[in-house]
């Protein structure tokens, strides 16, 4: 397969090029235009700008499929009125051009795979929520909402659009575990808020496995990338710290975290209770190697 990635060099992107290129797949990445591409096929473009490099593409000349993951950071800092148009405008920007590029190519990809998240169901209780539940409320939801609404014209050209919802990707090398980490090992880890709200993890080894698969296969609309087996705050905060033979007796009450992160960020990244399962995965016959949180401790953080 020839693969087409943007966002590859993100932590999830930098997982997915290495693995497409081990399996065989001629990977071709997205770069920015002053970037100095070390190897392989590169198309330049700036979201920003609405540009990208006409030459480059008809270089290229096709691609089997693209999978597109490039935009800000969420939870990565404050969300000032600045960084809010950022993270907004950087999915819509990016997904609006990756469609433009599609359709320049010589033949048209015959997939998108385009990055979402579970953010797209706000926080929802003890809901279980799959494919089919209805959109929730809040300024993710509102992103993810507009981020998917940029693939239209991705179908409109007839290729097969699927929508990456993807959970909490867990690995040492970045996301939430790389942050988490240094605490827990020296006995600091502890629940947030109350404990009680559900996360959805899914192993950085899946999460890749999975955006290969769609790449690969006609799943149109939205595909929940999580694991099988979501758990609440307070049962990660417990298996965490007993793989690491740690205790976790500190708990980081709301109020902190409004304080430190601001209360938006807080309440809708960090204490969003989303319950959420990968039913079309598994309706697929998708096998996840590490089905719960315990199965991906033990791959990424072996004793």
Not at 88 to 117: I, Y
Request: net charge neutral.
């Amino acid at each position: 397969m020839r693969l087409a990635i943007t966002g590859s060099t993100g932590f999830i992107g930098t997982a997915l090029a290495a693995a497409a290129e081990a399996q065989g797949h001629e990977v071709v990445a997205f770069v920015r235009p002053r970037t100095t591409p070390t190897t392989g096929e590169t198309i330049r473009w700036d979201p920003s700008a609405g540009t990208f490099d006409r030459d480059d593409v008809q270089r290229v000349g096709h691609v089997d499929s693209i999978i597109h993951l490039a935009g800000a950071g969420i939870a990565d800092r404050r969300w000032t009125p600045e960084r809010r148009r950022e993270i907004l405008t950087s999915r819509v920007a990016s997904t609006t051009l990756v469609a433009q590029v599609a359709v320049a190519f010589d033949r048209a990809p015959q997939r998108v795979v385009s990055g979402s998240a579970i953010g797209w169901y706000g926080s929802r209780g003890d809901e279980e929520l799959d494919e089919s539940s209805a959109s929730g409320e809040g300024y993710l939801a509102q992103v993810c909402r507009e981020w998917e609404d940029a693939t239209a014209a991705l179908r409109d050209a007839g290729i097969v659009t699927s929508l990456a919802r993807t959970g909490i990707v867990i690995d040492p090398a970045g996301g939430a575990l790389r942050q988490q980490l240094p605490l827990f090992r020296f006995g600091l880890g502890g629940k947030l808020g109350s404990g009680r709200q559900w996360i959805s993890p899914i192993s950085l080894h899946d999460e890749v496995r999975a955006l290969l698969y769609l790449a690969e296969h006609d799943l149109d609309g939205a595909v929940n990338l999580t694991g099988p087996a979501p758990l609440r705050n307070r049962d990660f905060t417990q298996q965490l710290a007993k793989h690491l033979h740690r205790p976790a007796l500190a708990a980081v009450p709301r109020l902190a975290l409004h304080g430190v992160l601001g209360a938006e960020l807080a309440d809708e990244a960090i204490l969003a209770s989303q319950r959420v399962l990968p039913r079309r995965l598994v309706a697929e016959g998708f096998q996840f190697d590490h089905p719960t949180f315990a199965d991906i401790l033990s791959a990424v953080l072996p004793r």
